[in-house]
């Protein structure tokens, strides 16, 4: 007797974080396409149990990436040292009331 012919596999279905994933880099593909750019940096964040993801995806050249990484970065830094310096000048104007 012959073994019978194993059943073909279904093709399995991609994961929602892998859709998810997709989903964003063909939105960075467009938008090098449509805009030219050299670099795009897509960050989002999903919520799931009350607990917050930061998912990231980034296409181009990889030094151009790492620049706008870099760049992103220090505008980051300039809004918290002001927020800082703005709770510092409001702390100084509570502490003058008293």
């Given at each position: 007797?012959?073994?019978?012919a ?23 593909r467009?938008a ?6 050299d ?25 151009t ?34």
């Amino acid at each position: 007797m012959t073994d019978p012919a194993p059943e073909p596999k279904k093709p399995s279905k991609p994961s929602i974080p892998c859709i998810e994933a997709q989903a964003m880099e063909q939105l960075a593909r467009e938008a090098i396409e449509s805009l030219g750019a050299d670099a795009v940096i897509v960050v989002w964040t999903k919520q799931r149990r009350r607990k917050t993801e930061i998912k990231s995806t980034a296409i181009g050249n990889m030094l151009t990436v790492q620049g706008l990484m870099r760049w992103v970065r220090e505008r980051i830094d300039e809004l918290e040292d002001k927020e800082e310096k703005d709770e510092d000048e409001d702390e100084e104007e509570e502490e003058d009331d008293d």
